[in-house]
């Protein structure tokens, strides 16, 4: 029997047989194309009907075809390629060392080709903050968004609208979208007046959408919001955690400069959502337009992953590295949430530590990618593997390749900001400042000169007042959160 | 940089990195080429000296005021005053390097400019340049400068920092009679 399988090649495809087709299947398809092909018949193909007898060689064999459909899959060539997912890595051959050693593996995550991305019903509401400080041109510009939004919702999207300051009300229930009369009717109603308390908005929000939340919607919350909020902090934290539990997301918008970006980002991560930043209110209605078409139009949906380390190794960091970049945190045994995959890829860097007591070539971890891909509401699952082969003299191999080099040189600027605002927050100023100044200088080598310089101020204000500027620092890390993205060139 | 055994030290602010990392925890700097902040030296150079100033008649004619700075490449003018020592070069927060002529933008990291790479400043009514004993060197009308020795320039003199051409303009507040 011949031995060698090749798992470039489709030998399901080869047979003309589905890849879950049984041994009986597979024999009447040799059987007929073996006659058709046989040198002896009339119209005889020497290379076809060989490639045919290896494609029959290796799926008659059970043992022989599982470890073809696992080499295939290990490839990214499996049955169905439910989700295109690549992986590059720093380094393939990494020298045994008697310390650990870092490999970067970085992570593409796009829709197959084939599929193009399909429109969910939304199940939206919007939670308003009509406080005080929202009076003049910031409640106007939520007011023309909201409607503009409003006008672009389908006939089987719904919605509701939630105003709150002090107390919270419910201005329409969640309603469906031909109703666009009474949505408008309530924008336009909108005073200002009074403070700014999320959590009960966020509670009246929740509920609206739980009552008519399923899986076939993209359910949202999105939050605008001008202000900080005091003291309800960790309730809604904790309630984020609830409703992305019931598959619904929070979006938050914040306004101005005065709210706390910390806060509304802990709160969109954990509602598996986003957080913005709006300089000026006009910028609103774009931004408000383009995430509500992005909750809508996806290729999949609630996409998790998760990295099994094989011994020895260990995944010290994962961040999100594109459409925009965001810390993972992967907790070890937990998955970690990437949200919605629309028509832009996905891009996850994994920062892996190897300790390589022996050589040889070995999986270091395997990637399990979870998420219901274009309408199912069923989901689907698909593993990568990453194999290190380990030597024992120094390799000789080239640079990693210049794109993982480019993200991770914005990664790095984007942790060096991050890492200072953590400094900063358990009273350390001078390394607060050591790291903002650091971040400063790379963004000037790569070109950032505007973001370098409003960088190196907010180190300036640290390092005097022990204490940043809202506006800085909302500026430095909604301005590096960008930089792997086509808006950062407004910061050259 | 070694990497045989044991950790990384970064080359630009000493912190201990696993070996396989590409940037520094601590600073950021590229690990594999000891930093893309490093001025790479080019390979050739210009060894035609310029002739460094001796004190010799200094016919102070106007008093200087100011000086302005003309990067050829981009045509970026910036106006500096006499009042301080200028420093030339390319902003490093990290490093406590504070250039009042910052190059970064105008492609210094690629020209060869080094983090501190020239000074300039008035003595006695005239303007004198002096290099730091940059990297790739600093040039006066195409004359390489020994560095730390101080060259007097002109009027519509050309400076090149690295390969970087900057063309001078002086403005003078004129003690001619009104």
Not at chain 1, 86 to 100: F, K, M, Y
Not at chain 1, 144 to 161: C, F, G, H, K
Not at chain 1, 193 to 210: A, D, K, N, P, V
Not at chain 2, 124 to 138: K, R, Y
Request: charged share 25%; aromatic share 6%; with cysteine.
């Amino acid at each position: 029997m011949n031995k060698t399988l090749d798992p470039t090649t489709d030998y399901y495809a080869v047979l003309g047989v589905s890849d879950n087709a049984d041994q009986v299947e597979i024999k009447h398809a040799y059987r007929a194309l073996a006659r058709k092909l046989h040198p002896d018949s009339g119209n005889g193909d020497v290379a076809a009907f060989r490639m045919m007898q290896e494609a029959y060689e290796v799926l008659r064999s059970p043992a022989l075809r599982k470890a073809y459909d696992r080499q295939r899959e290990a490839r990214g060539l499996g049955p169905q390629i439910p989700l295109q997912c690549d992986i590059t890595l720093s380094r393939q051959v990494v020298q045994v060392l008697s310390v650990p050693q870092v490999v970067y593996v970085l992570v593409d995550i796009k829709p197959p080709q084939d599929l193009s991305p399909v429109r969910l019903p939304l199940n939206l509401a919007l939670v308003i903050d009509r406080s005080t400080s929202m009076q003049g041109t910031r409640i106007s510009n939520v007011k023309l968004a909201a409607m503009n939004l409003v006008d672009s919702l389908l006939p089987e999207d719904r919605m509701a609208i939630i105003a709150f300051s002090d107390r919270a009300e419910t201005l329409v229930g969640s309603t469906g979208a031909q109703d666009k009369t009474s949505l408008r009717s309530a924008i336009s109603q909108l005073v200002p007046g009074g403070g700014t308390e999320i959590l009960q908005g966020l509670r009246m929000g929740l509920q609206e959408i739980r009552r008519h939340a399923n899986r076939n919607y993209s359910n949202h919350l999105v939050l605008l919001t001008d202000g900080r909020t005091y003291g309800d902090e960790e309730d809604a934290l904790a309630e984020a955690q609830l409703a992305s539990a019931d598959g619904i997301g929070i979006s938050a918008l914040g306004i101005g400069d005065d709210w706390n970006d910390l806060f509304l980002d802990s709160l969109a991560r954990r509602g598996n959502g986003l957080c913005e930043y709006i300089q000026s209110p006009a910028q609103l209605h774009t931004l408000l337009q383009n995430h509500i078409r992005d909750l809508s139009s996806t290729a999949a949906r609630n996409l998790s992953f998760d990295v099994n380390c094989a011994e020895g190794a260990e995944l010290r960091a994962a961040f999100r590295a594109m459409p925009y970049m965001s810390d993972l945190k992967p907790q070890p045994g937990q998955a970690i949430f990437l949200g919605n995959l629309g028509s832009e890829a996905i891009v996850v860097m994994l920062e892996l530590v190897l300790r390589s007591p022996r050589s040889g070539e070995r999986r270091v971890a395997r990637l399990n990618i979870a998420g219901q891909v274009g309408g199912a509401s069923e989901p689907m699952s698909l593993h990568r593997d990453v194999f290190i082969q380990f030597v024992e003299s120094p390799p000789t191999q080239g640079p990693p390749t210049a794109r993982l080099v480019n993200l991770l040189a914005r990664l790095s600027i984007f942790r060096l900001q991050e890492r200072a605002w953590e400094a900063l927050e358990s009273g350390d100023v001078r390394q607060a400042t050591s790291l903002l100044e650091s971040a400063a200088t790379r963004l000037f080598e790569i070109g950032y000169r505007q973001l370098g310089q409003a960088t190196l101020k907010e180190a300036d204000r640290v390092a005097r007042s022990g204490e940043p500027t809202m506006s800085g620092r909302k500026t430095v890390r909604f301005g590096t959160r960008g930089l792997t993205s086509r808006s950062s060139e407004q910061w050259r | 940089m070694s990497e045989k055994h044991g950790e990384m030290k970064c080359p630009s602010c000493g912190s201990e990195n696993l070996p396989g990392t590409l940037f520094c925890v601590q600073c950021g700097t590229y690990l594999p080429s000891g930093g893309p902040l490093r001025t790479e030296p080019f390979s050739e150079q210009s060894q035609m000296r310029a002739r460094p100033w001796t004190r010799d008649s200094g016919n102070d004619d106007d008093r200087v005021v100011g000086i302005e700075l003309e990067v050829l490449e981009t045509h970026r003018r910036v106006l500096l005053s006499a009042e301080s020592d200028i420093l030339i070069g390319r902003l490093d927060a990290a490093h406590g390097i504070f250039p009042e002529m910052d190059l970064t933008a105008d492609g210094g990291l690629e020209h060869g400019v080094s983090r501190r790479q020239a000074r300039i400043y008035v003595r006695e009514g005239g303007w004198f340049v002096e290099d730091l004993d940059s990297t790739n060197g600093t040039f006066l009308n195409d004359e390489r400068l020994t560095p730390y020795l101080p060259y007097r320039f002109h009027d519509s003199d050309i400076i090149t920092l690295g390969t970087l051409r900057v063309q001078i303009m002086i403005h003078r507040e004129s003690k001619a009679v009104i």
